[in-house]
RNA sequence: GGCGAGAUAGCUCAGUUGGUUAGAGCGCAUGAUUCAUAAUCAUGAGGUCCGGGGAUCAUUCCCCCGUCUCGCUACCA
């Protein structure tokens, strides 16, 4: 095993688009705060970085909206998010972001090192480009109507009313939300990292290498590596982001995914002058914090390019997490299905530990997990007061009560005391193994141990009865009992900042080394402690019934939301209207169009001839479900070629906001080709 | 559609390189206890280890076929 001089910690960049919730917590920033503040407690030389990442289309889009600059929304998330991380007591080194300075700086000079190199190669290819605005566009700046189903406000790269991804040449009728004028192909040229040239290396490097990496993260790897690897776009057309900085880049970007990884790289060189030790030496391991989402770019991308730059350090480890829903529903922003960390914080002021100590004891290490109200309440009321908080104010209580906050002499023990002293250090190990393996779930369950273990220690002991019998006794017992509450210090730190803190100075003694933890002498006799408050007070339902209804408020919000989002359509004449023949018809056959996720073949009964209609519906109906149901068809559709398939008209299905889809059929069964009108 | 990961007690998760009674925490039940925020301690009940096949003396664990969830990917329509 390798011996490392110092540690790098790099931990996900949130995108300034959104506020941070207890998803972006769980999978990535409380269980790198965690491993940061245990590798500080060691001593050894250790930074955690992490920023804003401000550049994307996302931001430009969602400026564009709110008819503010972009500069402005990552303003404001940054802020937003920096502060809340603070309050929060993720104690990052620096919190940097990628609109500033020093990141264009790096960035670019990244960019060139690998342009004077050779290691880009050059493409022209065509894009939409918007003569009125005098700009390429972005997938996401080009509507149109969808090829599929009709939807007139299609984006570029996807119909958010069917779900399909699209291509912008796709769409019927593109036009730039811009201008709106109707765009025009034109060539432009990009930049490609070859990442098939790294492949090779690639492969030995993680798949012979790095063998001990998770099994989500070495499996996505494999995946990407078997499948074979293209080479990538480094740049977009676009006039939010770093420029990039070759002569004739004019109006060009360097891509999000190449630029934002950089940003560890700038935002160490903002902190520290001395940053090339940390990136550079082969001493210094470095560690990624993210989420499954990020596996490819942290594994494979971000490696190819140091790879290519050539004087970087590699990932020691890339301990990705799964996914945190919410009270069994995805977190979402846009739909603002989250626990916000700045209104958390607002909402339970002073109590990080707690949301802390819930979502460590619940992260998704293996696989998606659930976070509940419910769940929250019962980890603070069960375990961090019944037993941890319980715990310490009971060895105060008793300690004031019989030695005046004086720390007894510890006399002779007897072989449960000692198995007790033992099983401290134990436990410090069984912490500290988890932590390296980046088990945090384990580690925080372990260190609750310590507080089981007092619990015990106390009711086996029972000094409040041999304290009428053998006071002496009582001082070993109560020595014991404030050693442990000491070691909890030291053992919590990493998980409960905020607590121990506290616990400190009720006793009276310095933040301890990790290398202190499972010691038996940390609170001298004579020693004094202060009074004690409650370390953690109970959550009522009340406040559990809070943040429920908020949620459930939210939940009545994003449908009433999706009932007003489908704007009424201009009006028809009658004539028009009549022009449509859509009548009644039963599905005589259905079957799945073989390779195709959405698409059924039906033949269908239309009361006028017996005809095909390819529908994107499989995945809501299973075809033999469907078979014999009534349905309404627009009947004198134009046909169309869907898969090879001529399809003849359309089925009509009403579509909730989640985008499920209903059949619109008769109420009562009527014949087939009835007219409705 | 391709690929990756997951599916184990009411809940959240361990685990088994296949081997007699599958574990933990929380919840639940019962008992003990009172120093402690009705907090603690002990004991106990709870499981077709996603479904179906197969290989094996034996499998929750291996192989095959499915189902569900999540992620990545694809000019899938």
Known sequence: MKNFKRYLITSALPYANGPIHIGHLAGVYVPSDIYTRYLRMKGVDVISICGSDEHGVPITLKARKEGVSPQEIVDRYHSLNKKAFEDFGIAFNIYSRTSNKVHYETASEFFLNLYKKGEFTEKTSEQYFDEEA??????????????????????????????????????????????????????????????DKYEGWLKKWILKDHKEWKVNVYGQCKSWLDQGLQPRAVSRDLDWGVPVPVEGAKGKVLYVWFDAPIGYISATKELTPDWEKYWKDPETKMIHFIGKDNIVFHCIIFPAMLKAEGSFILPENVPANEFLNLENEKISTSRNWAVWLHEYLEDFPGKQDVLRYALCSNAPETKDNDFTWKDFQARNNNELVAILGNFVNRTFVLTNNYYNGEVPERGITDENDNVVLAEMSRIKENVETSLEAFRFREAIKEAMNLARLGNKYLADSEPWKVIKTDPERVKTIMNIALQITTNLTIIFEPFLPFSMNKLRAWLNCDQLKWSD???????????????????????????????????????????????????????VSFDDFTKIDIRTATILEAEKVPKT??????????????????????????????????ISIVANLEPRKIKGIESKGMILMAEDMDGKLVIVSPAEKVGNGSIIK
């Open 134 to 195: 005098g700009c390429f566009l972005a997938d996401r700046y080009i509507m149109g109507t969808c090829p599929y189903c009709g939807n007139e406000n299609a984006y570029g790269d996807q119909c958010e009313k069917c779900g399909t991804s699209l291509s912008p040449n796709d769409l019927i009728n593109p036009h730039s939300t811009i201008s709106g004028s109707k765009p025009v192909l034109r060539e432009t040229l990009h930049w490609y990292l070859p990442l």
């Open 517 to 571: 933890a499972g010691r038996t002498n940390l609170l001298m006799p004579g020693h004094i402690i202060n009074k004690s408050e409650l370390l953690f007070e109970k959550i009522e339902d009340e406040e559990i019934d809070n943040q429920i209804n908020k949620l459930l408020a939210t939940k009545k919000a994003n449908e009433a939301t999706s009932a007003k989002t489908a704007p009424s359509k201009d009006i």
């Open 597 to 630: 996720t959405k698409l059924l073949k039906l033949k269908i009964d239309t009361g006028l001839d017996i005809r095909t209609i390819v529908s994107g519906i499989a995945e809501y109906f299973e075809p033999e479900a469907i078979i014999g149901k009534q």
